[in-house]
């Protein structure tokens, strides 16, 4: 299912390959969530071999564990928005934003950063999930916040990149599934040539993309409006 959405079956998406010391990170998270099943380790799981260090990025491996409260990529995105002086641009499958996030994402805008927010459009693989996103939209575009619905299929991509100097990538989605239900792994790459990258990247999918006109939008059906408001009492699930 993944690739660069040439058709409406293909999933945009975006892979990895890390190499280097980051692979430890990686490696520790695993070897967390398999040891909390209960199972005993593999032996080669069990060591951390000398990795090379082929370029000079900065990689922070950040673990989100299933629990109650704030975990570490909660803390990361509420760092990386806080921190931000000029743009975040923001592309994930599902996105149902606390409160607080929501706060921090005006508040962002209040002191000046565009903020963009590429989300799945008509080829949305969960509805209800995207009803759930869609009950947020009217507070951020009122706010000034830019959202945009990818249109050649699902978008499946999880980024956030700020100030053109920092991207968060990996398996989380803003959401609170991703961060209460889920066992997560992202990373924060400090990177000029993989930033610029993911910048122009993001750049290609808005071309592909429309952006929801807050006009509009404020004169959706009542069906929809109704569907959103159902889908409120699960949001926590989504």
């Given at each position: 299912m993944g690739g660069d959405a040439r058709n409406n079956t293909e999933w945009r998406d975006t892979h990895f390959r890390v190499e280097g010391p980051a692979v430890d990170g990686l490696a520790a998270a695993f070897i967390q969530d398999w040891a909390e099943t209960g199972r005993p380790l593999y032996d080669e799981r069990d060591r951390f071999p000398d990795q090379p260090q082929p370029g000079a990025a900065a990689v922070q491996v950040v673990r989100g564990s299933a629990s109650i409260g704030w975990n570490d990529i909660r803390t990361v995105w509420h760092v990386l928005i806080r921190s931000s002086r000029h743009r975040i641009r923001l592309q994930t499958a599902y996105f149902s934003p606390d409160s607080q996030l929501v706060a921090a994402l005006k508040e962002a805008v209040s002191r000046g950063v565009?903020?963009?927010?590429?989300?799945?459009?008509?080829?949305?693989?969960?509805?209800?999930?995207?009803?759930?996103s869609e009950a947020t939209h009217a507070d951020l575009i009122s706010a000034g916040i830019r959202i945009w619905n990818f249109q050649p299929s699902m978008l499946h991509t999880k980024i956030m990149v700020v100030d053109g100097a920092a991207?968060?990538?990996?398996?989380?989605?803003?959401?609170?599934r991703s961060l209460d239900h889920d066992e997560e792994v992202a990373m924060v790459?400090?990177?000029?040539?993989?930033?610029d990258?993911?910048?122009h990247q993001f750049t290609e999918d808005l071309q592909r993309s429309r952006q929801i006109d807050l006009s509009r939008w404020q004169t959706r059906s009542a069906p929809q409006k109704t569907l959103e408001t159902a889908v409120t009492a699960i949001r926590r699930w989504l």
């Amino acid at each position: 299912m993944g690739g660069d959405a040439r058709n409406n079956t293909e999933w945009r998406d975006t892979h990895f390959r890390v190499e280097g010391p980051a692979v430890d990170g990686l490696a520790a998270a695993f070897i967390q969530d398999w040891a909390e099943t209960g199972r005993p380790l593999y032996d080669e799981r069990d060591r951390f071999p000398d990795q090379p260090q082929p370029g000079a990025a900065a990689v922070q491996v950040v673990r989100g564990s299933a629990s109650i409260g704030w975990n570490d990529i909660r803390t990361v995105w509420h760092v990386l928005i806080r921190s931000s002086r000029h743009r975040i641009r923001l592309q994930t499958a599902y996105f149902s934003p606390d409160s607080q996030l929501v706060a921090a994402l005006k508040e962002a805008v209040s002191r000046g950063v565009d903020v963009d927010i590429l989300l799945p459009g008509p080829n949305a693989d969960k509805r209800v999930a995207q009803l759930a996103s869609e009950a947020t939209h009217a507070d951020l575009i009122s706010a000034g916040i830019r959202i945009w619905n990818f249109q050649p299929s699902m978008l499946h991509t999880k980024i956030m990149v700020v100030d053109g100097a920092a991207a968060l990538v990996g398996s989380s989605n803003v959401n609170r599934r991703s961060l209460d239900h889920d066992e997560e792994v992202a990373m924060v790459v400090i990177d000029q040539a993989s930033v610029d990258l993911l910048d122009h990247q993001f750049t290609e999918d808005l071309q592909r993309s429309r952006q929801i006109d807050l006009s509009r939008w404020q004169t959706r059906s009542a069906p929809q409006k109704t569907l959103e408001t159902a889908v409120t009492a699960i949001r926590r699930w989504l």
